[in-house]
T-cell receptor, first 112, second 114 residues
Framework: DQQVKQNSPSLSVQEGRISILNCDYT??????FLWYKKYPAEGPTFLIS?????DKNEDGRFTVFLNKSAKHLSLHIVPSQPGDSAVYFC???????????FGSGTQLTVLP | DTGVSQDPRHKITKRGQNVTFRCDPI?????LYWYRQTLGQGPEFLTY????????KSRLLSDRFSAERPKGSFSTLEIQRTEQGDSAMYLC????????????FGQGTRLTVV
C-alpha cells in the first residue's frame, strides 16, 4: 500500500507564478515530512522539511504547509523560476530510524 | 567535495553476475541509508546503518542482497546472482543521528541487468 501519495504526475506553471505541489499520506504515525527535488541522473536534493508539531515552514521562495487532520501537505514555490523544473518528491518518516517513505513524485515544468 | 559519493555511477552486468556498489557518506554523519528507485517511482527504503550496526532491513532486501558498513565509515551493497528485476537506481543517503534532520543523497548508481 502506498502510504505517501502524490496524485499529480506533472504540473506546468508560468514563470513568476505560484507552483503548488500536493501530497497525501495515510500513516498517522508519520511525524516528520520533507520535500526533495530531483534532476535527471542526480540524487534527490533536500529542499525543506516540517515537523508534525508545526503547520507551516518557510524558507525563501519555498513554503511547506501541513494539515494533520486531512493528512495532507503541500509545497508552495513563489515565484516559480525555470530552474525549478524538476521532479519533486514528498517524503515522510516516523520513529528514531528516520527512514523515509517517498511519494511517486511530481514533474514540475516552469515555462519561461 | 564533502557530499555523499557513490561508485560506480553506472553498472551494466549480465544476469547471474554479482555486483558491488560503494557509498562514502558525509564524514560526520552516523547514519547511512540505502534506497532503490525504479522508473516512475519514488525511492524505496532498503536498509540503514547507525555507525557500523545494520539496524533495519526492508522486506525488499532479499537474501541475494547484503550490505556492510565496516568501521562505520563507507558502506557496500552487494547483489548476488543479479536478475533483470534488480535493474534500478541505487541511492545512498547519510544523516546525523538527531531526530528531525534531513538525509543527504548521493548521485546514485544506475544498475542495468541484461
Amino acid at each position: 500500500d502506498q502510504q505517501v501519495k502524490q496524485n499529480s504526475p506533472s504540473l506546468s506553471v508560468q514563470e513568476g507564478r505560484i507552483s503548488i505541489l500536493n501530497c497525501d499520506y495515510t500513516n498517522s504515525m508519520f511525524d516528520y515530512f520533507l520535500w526533495y527535488k530531483k534532476y535527471p541522473a542526480e540524487g534527490p536534493t533536500f529542499l525543506i522539511s516540517i515537523s508534525s508539531i508545526k503547520d507551516k515552514n518557510e524558507d525563501g521562495r519555498f513554503t511547506v504547509f501541513l494539515n494533520k487532520s486531512a493528512k495532507h501537505l503541500s509545497l508552495h514555490i513563489v515565484p516559480s523560476q525555470p530552474g525549478d523544473s524538476a521532479v519533486y518528491f514528498c517524503a515522510a518518516s516516523v520513529g528514531s530510524a528516520r527512514q523515509l517513505t517517498f511519494g511517486s513524485g511530481t514533474q514540475l515544468t516552469v515555462l519561461p | 567535495d564533502t557530499g555523499v559519493s557513490q561508485d560506480p555511477r553506472h553498472k551494466i552486468t549480465k544476469r547471474g553476475q554479482n555486483v558491488t556498489f560503494r557509498c562514502d557518506p558525509i564524514s560526520e554523519h552516523n547514519r547511512l541509508y540505502w534506497y532503490r528507485q525504479t522508473l516512475g517511482q519514488g525511492p524505496e527504503f532498503l536498509t540503514y546503518f547507525q555507525n557500523e550496526a545494520q539496524l533495519e532491513k526492508s522486506r525488499l532486501l532479499s537474501d541475494r542482497f547484503s550490505a556492510e558498513r565496516p568501521k562505520g565509515s563507507f558502506s557496500t551493497l552487494e547483489i548476488q546472482r543479479t536478475e533483470q528485476g534488480d535493474s534500478a537506481m541505487y541511492l545512498c543517503a547519510s544523516s546525523f543521528i538527531q531526530s528531525n534532520t534531513e538525509a543527504f543523497f548521493g548521485q546514485g548508481t544506475r544498475l542495468t541487468v541484461v
